[in-house]
Antibody, heavy 132, light 106 residues
Framework: QVQLQESGPGLVIPSQTLSLTCTVSGGSISSADYYWGWIRQPPGKGLEWIGDISFSGNTYYNPSLNSRVAVSMDMSKNQFSLSLKSVTAADTAVYYC????????????????????????WGQGTLVAVSS | DIQMTQSPSSLSASVGDRVTITCRASQSIATSLNWYQQKPGQAPKFLVHDASTLQTGVPSRFSGSGSGTDFTLTITSLQPDDSATYYCQQSYSTPLTFGGGTKVEI
């Protein structure tokens, strides 16, 4: 069974860059069957999707964070990462990494893959506080 | 962005009760609606996808329904372990968006 584990600093100074890594075990991030994303949850509040990356390196980001966020992957380590620049106190949250499946459609000329956009496995989350 | 609105924001029920949570989308999303359960201090757990398909291992007392803009998650015969906050999420388009959550207390 796939497992995801977030890691990174628990405290970031305002205006600096938040960097987190998600290590995946029990599955390969290079698989064409899945893509990998980040979601955050401010203390006591709801969930906000940040963005994700596919095995081919295609990325999708929330426009509300688009200019500050980047998601990357290191297949050699089976890890993917989140970078969020110019953080403020509003970025204080529990950050989760998660997996999303592709759905594949097979036809005579080959295969078409479609994002399912649901999150079937999640890491346990890591709290990141932005404070001086 | 597609806005997701859940109601009620919280409810209290007894063991054995039937509970219904509603989720409304700001535009039609066909059946691209998913449900998650989150207990305090834990990550969300994936329950239902495509409005009505239970994820493997989810108890059959959970069921989802709806299409277009209005969706429901129903828990028949509420159990103590069902005490949690439930979130809906639209998968129709990015950015993916979640409802504000419904806290179920037993």
């Amino acid at each position: 069974q796939v497992q995801l584990q977030e890691s990174g600093p628990g405290l970031v100074i305002p205006s600096q860059t938040l960097s987190l890594t998600c290590t995946v075990s029990g599955g390969s991030i290079s698989s064409a069957d899945y893509y990998w994303g980040w979601i955050r949850q401010p203390p006591g509040k709801g969930l906000e999707w940040i963005g994700d990356i596919s095995f081919s390196g295609n990325t999708y980001y929330n426009p509300s964070l688009n200019s500050r966020v980047a998601v990357s992957m290191d297949m050699s380590k089976n890890q993917f990462s989140l970078s969020l620049k110019s953080v403020t106190a509003a970025d204080t949250a529990v950050y989760y990494c998660a997996r999303s499946p592709f759905t594949h459609y097979y036809h005579r000329s080959g295969r078409t893959s479609r994002r399912t956009n649901y999150l079937d496995y999640w890491g346990q989350g890591t709290l990141v506080a932005v404070s001086s | 962005d597609i806005q997701m609105t859940q109601s009620p924001s919280s409810l209290s029920a007894s063991v054995g009760d039937r509970v219904t949570i509603t989720c409304r989308a700001s535009q039609s999303i066909a059946t691209s609606l998913n449900w998650y359960q989150q207990k305090p201090g834990q990550a969300p757990k994936f329950l239902v996808h495509d409005a009505s398909t239970l994820q493997t291992g989810v108890p059959s007392r959970f069921s989802g329904s709806g299409s277009g803009t209005d969706f429901t998650l129903t828990i028949t015969s509420l159990q103590p372990d069902d005490s949690a906050t439930y979130y809906c999420q639209q998968s129709y388009s990015t950015p993916l968006t979640f409802g504000g959550g419904t806290k179920v207390e037993i």
